[in-house]
């Protein structure tokens, strides 16, 4: 989401991770342009939501600059007019807003070109849960403990989770961003990039400023537009930002109980189940067939206990619940089975290597150990060209993938899953080097 913000730590604290996003909820958006985002994923990448906008240090997707001019700018600011007053935003509240704003060349020029591979499952895991952000989590557990219990019993999130977001986000509050969000997201929308979404957004900011959280001044965030201590969007802080202490403002961006009852209202709106897990580590047994598992289908904690399925750490299955079962890295990876909360995590971002650091940060706060599975370091990934070239097949030979853009989410995997099934092949649904080569020579 992107919503507070609150610097803590005499050094400078570790840069937190943007995953890609295409659609957002808080932030809904911005991590869409980074590539950081994207991270984790051939394997695993799809989207954005809260966190969304959160690009502070991201690289974008290139924007249509040529023939944007200072002009220009004025005159397409006018012509938001209509859609602002029609959403409710004053005269006085427009003009103030955008008093002074001047085109922000910075988001009209390609920041830099897409880099050939993303990262695998494991590097972004590695990257995101560090020794300093785990310590660092378990300091501000301990420094809003009375906070994080309240809030949890209010809203039934994990409090480890609405940390990890913080953590993942903005490294608790270490880098929130200072450009002007006004200034930001009228750059992009005038740059063409998502037109109406970032004039949406801009709209959106206009009225946090009219209902009084914040004064153009403040209303700061990432270069994309994400703001506060998780980073929300403009429209996802107007439909879940929260005012825990009652001061008569939601302020995501310098008041910490704020912004982690504001995550916590999020993620809660998008269906989080009180009292489960957001998944967890299991090792299979011998001979465990993958393939009548498909990932769309959730089975209770039984069933998966009476397929052998055990927990690592050597505690019990839950006593109720469902999940379903995932190999990020394929057979030669880890094995986890997932609830639908990490599903909501996904609201926050939709790339599956966010929500698995998202996940595992929060229960390393909570002081588990790492994971236990081997990582196929050793692994080549798809590039994200190879990705696409891998979606264009399986669409070739009939299996659905949806939109062709080298980023897998669980429609790809359930596509490769099917394919593998099909040649004869273990159907851990994993993209890899050889799933590419097969399917290159299926007729």
Known sequence: ????????????????????RPEFAPGQFIRCMALIGLAGAVIFASGLRPAQANTAGQKTAKPQAAGKTEAGFRAYLDSIWPHAQAAGVTRATFDNALRGVTLDQRVL??????????????????????????EKGREMARAYQSVL???EQRYGVDRHVVLAVWGMETSYGGFTGKNSVIRSLASHAYAGHREEFFRNELIGAMLIIQQGHASPDTLTGSWAGAMGQTQFMPTSF???????????????WSNVPDALASTANYLAAFGWQRGQPWGFEVALP???DISGHDPMEFRPFSYWASK????????AMPGSGSATIMLPAGRNGPAFLLTQN??????????????FGVGHLGERIAGAGPIQGAWPTGEKPLSTAQAMELQRNLARLGFNVGKIDGKFGDQVTAAVRAYQKKAG???DGYPSQAVLQQVRNAR
Do not use: C
């Not at 070109?113 to 020794?131: D, H, L, M, R």
């Open 149 to 151: 219990a309240d809030v």
């Open 109 to 134: 020029k390609p920041m830099s070109s897409q880099a050939e591979f993303v990262k695998p499952i494991w590097g972004y895991i590695n990257g995101a849960v560090t020794t300093q952000r785990i």
């Open 308 to 315: 052998g399925l055990r927990r690592p750490s050597g505690a």
């Open 342 to 355: 990490f599903r909501v995590i996904k609201e926050y971002n939709r790339s599956n290597a966010y929500a």
């Open 238 to 252: 107007l439909k879940h930002a929260v005012d825990y202490d009652r001061d008569g403002r939601k302020d995501i």
């Open 425 to 427: 092949v273990v159907a």
């Open 286 to 288: 011998a001979g465990f």
């Open 1 to 20: 989401m992107r919503l507070f913000r609150k610097k803590i730590a005499m050094r400078r604290p570790e840069a937190p991770l943007q995953p890609w």
